[in-house]
């Protein structure tokens, strides 16, 4: 396991706590800091704000909840009211908003979403829970080291589709690499990916995925499409494995638009791109496990 990350992780981390303290009046103690997140989160997420319920959900008893509520209700950040059950109701105020916008603001500039930027770039629709979850995180390492932005292999996808094959073998799963093309149905209309014929100067006609466990097929390599197709086209997809005549995968994007994986034609080139791609294998794989290990 590498460390190297943890001291700007940890910093950063210190840096949004002192934010709050220094900025959220009632919030210099750990059932007041406690409380703001845990306040703030239940208001986005519309859930019932009383006593009884923040308290459930925090580490501390409801008698020191109550006291920080008032406390917070003080400084304009809370009212307090009787509910219907005899319980204690709470509402934030605008001041409360305001602070968590701004809170929002000062988190945003030191962290990403991994699952809000994950969702904008890959689409998984899988019924192995198990395996997508490895493919999730391969696909985030990989992201993380660069691999799959289109001025570095995003493009490349007998690269890609290598790197995945390399990594999922070092993790312990059956992994073989499948050559062939991907139609995108849109409203009757086709765009295909790797088909005869297509291929720009410098590439190869064909494209390349890979199949682990012959239960899951990982696409990380779909830069072409966001090139050729649509700017802001999936980087990567993740879908189960099931046969339908030459078709071995299949996805419905939001939209409607049906990806379709077919394995009917293989570039007569395809292994010699692959072996093109070899002698860096092993550098990258190294470059993973030292991060990851």
Not at 58 to 84: C, K, N, Y
Not at 184 to 211: S, T
Not at 252 to 271: F, I, N, R, Y
Request: charged fraction near 20%.
């Amino acid at each position: 396991m590498s460390l190297q990350r943890v001291p700007p992780i940890l910093q950063s981390v210190a840096q949004v706590r002192n934010w709050v303290v220094e900025n959220v009046p009632g919030t210099d103690s750990m059932p007041g800091y406690d409380l703001f997140l845990k306040l703030g989160n239940d208001f986005v997420s519309h859930q019932v704000l009383t006593l009884s319920h923040l308290a459930r959900g925090l580490p501390h008893p409801p008698a020191v909840i109550a006291e920080q509520l008032q406390r917070f209700e003080q400084h304009g950040l809370v009212t307090l009211a009787a509910d219907a059950d005899n319980g204690l109701a709470v509402r934030a105020t605008e001041r409360f908003l305001g602070l968590l916008d701004r809170y929002g603001r000062v988190f945003d500039a030191m962290f990403i979403v991994r699952g809000e930027l994950r969702g904008q770039q890959l689409l998984v629709q899988s019924d192995n829970t198990q395996l997508a979850d490895f493919g999730r995180i391969l696909y985030d390492r990989m992201y993380d080291l660069g691999w799959l932005y289109l001025h570095n292999y995003g493009s490349a996808c007998f690269l890609v589709a290598s790197l995945v094959h390399r990594l999922a073998g070092l993790h312990g799963h059956r992994a073989r690499i499948v050559s062939g093309q991907v139609e995108i149905l849109n409203q009757g209309n086709a765009f295909m990916l790797g088909a005869p014929g297509y291929a720009k100067p410098g590439q190869i006609d064909g494209h390349a995925v890979c199949v682990i466990d012959d239960a899951l097929m990982l696409d990380f390599g779909l830069g072409n499409v966001r090139k050729s197709y649509r700017r802001d086209f999936y980087w990567g997809a993740i879908a189960d494995v099931r046969r339908d005549g030459a078709a071995f995968a299949r996805v419905v994007l939001p939209d409607g638009v049906v990806m379709t994986w077919k394995d009917d034609w293989q570039s007569p080139g395809s292994e010699a791109e692959l072996a093109r791609y070899a002698p860096h294998l092993d550098g990258l794989a190294a470059d993973y496990l030292a991060r990851f290990r």
